[in-house]
């Protein structure tokens, strides 16, 4: 099979979805258009400052009328960039937790990898993660990597890189927080390979969108689901 070359940059786009990030935004989409010059940011229903934030560190904005979920976010931002033509679309938070500088990482990982799907991974040096979430990290991205007959060593990271082939077939499934988790069980079932790139991951004083019981039930139905398919 034929290697990827590394792509043109001006054929990759970043995708931003955001709820309530008026502290956030704007730094974390001055700092990806520094890096492509196609940035979206998704504005999820917000009724703070993130609109105006986001537009003026010069990305554009998509904004949903009412609040719809993270995973119909990140589909309104890949389907955007899909009828553009864009080759590759970046998918990465709001928060301050992932490093736009880092997409170069991604955008490097291309370059000699026939995979159609890569994921951040922060398990190389997890040590900065607090320990629950580490736990709870390594027992989901076991249990999720079995469901996708594939090794995913970080499935909860949402610093993600995906090409234009695959979107298509991730365009349905969960509209919320589920569906980082779902897009990599589809994507992997319809025969794509999913390579992992290295990162960094900062904590400072984000606050998670995760409802602890609430999403944690959404999981289990969800490998519940394709566990029965």
Excluded at 28 to 49: E, I
Excluded at 122 to 133: D, F, I, K, Q
Aim: charged share 25%; net charge positive.
């Amino acid at each position: 099979m034929d290697r990827e070359a590394v792509p043109d940059r001006s054929g990759v786009a970043a995708v931003i979805p955001a709820y309530q990030e008026e502290k956030h935004v704007a730094e974390v989409a001055r700092r990806a258009c520094a890096q492509l010059s196609h940035v979206l940011v998704v504005d999820d229903g917000s009724n703070d400052a993130t609109v105006e934030q986001a537009r003026s560190a010069g990305a554009e904005v998509v904004v949903h009328s009412k609040n719809r979920g993270k995973g119909e976010s990140i589909k309104t931002g890949m389907r955007h960039w899909l009828e553009r033509n864009i080759d590759y679309v970046v998918l990465l938070d709001a928060d301050g937790q992932h490093l736009p500088e880092e997409i170069s990482r991604f955008i490097e990982a291309a370059a000699g990898n026939t995979a159609k799907l890569f994921v951040g991974t922060r398990m190389n040096n997890a040590a900065g993660m607090p320990l629950v979430r580490r736990v709870v990290n390594r027992y989901m991205s076991a249990k999720i990597s079995k469901a996708c007959g594939q090794i995913i060593p970080d499935t909860q990271c949402g610093f993600r890189m995906l090409h234009r082939d695959v979107i298509p077939h991730l365009l349905g499934g969960a509209d919320r927080f589920d569906y980082e988790t779902e897009m990599l069980i589809m994507a992997s079932r319809k025969g794509y390979r999913i390579a992992s790139v290295p990162i960094t991951t900062v904590y400072s004083d984000e606050v998670s969108s995760i409802h602890p019981v609430r999403d944690t039930l959404r999981f289990f139905k969800l490998m519940r689901r394709y566990q029965a398919k």
